[in-house]
């Protein structure tokens, strides 16, 4: 159940919004191991005043915050990163101009449908 917001500036996606939030998901796919019908992403276009960046990346520099249930092991936020990098690879985005944030949330303080997740059987393991 991972809330998934990416930033970046405008003009690099152009009219490819869409497929750039399709890769996302399946790089969440991939390092996460959730259902495909699990999906909650966002992404947000900055004016290029709006958003400063490090000198040294270019004009796709993006942050992908991803807030999550705690219990993923290394491993799988390796393969993560990974599938991150390659599926933004294919719009232009190299991989240095990816910073990932992992939120690692405890079931009990994430509410789904008026109960902590904790409670809910999710039909999927978090603890890839």
Known sequence: MPATRMETRRGWIGNRRLEVIEAVQRALLTGLQIPDHDRCISLVEYEADAMITPPSKGPSYS??????????????????????????????????????????????????????????????????
């Open 63 to 128: 942050v992908i915050e991803i807030k999550l249930f705690s219990g993923r092991s290394l491993d799988a936020k390796r393969k993560l990163y990974a599938a991150l990098a390659e599926e933004l690879s294919a719009f232009g985005v190299p991989a240095s101009d990816i910073k990932i944030v992992l939120v690692e949330i405890d079931p009990v303080n994430w509410g789904l449908g008026g109960l902590p997740a904790s409670e809910i059987d999710l039909g999927f393991k978090i603890d890839v």
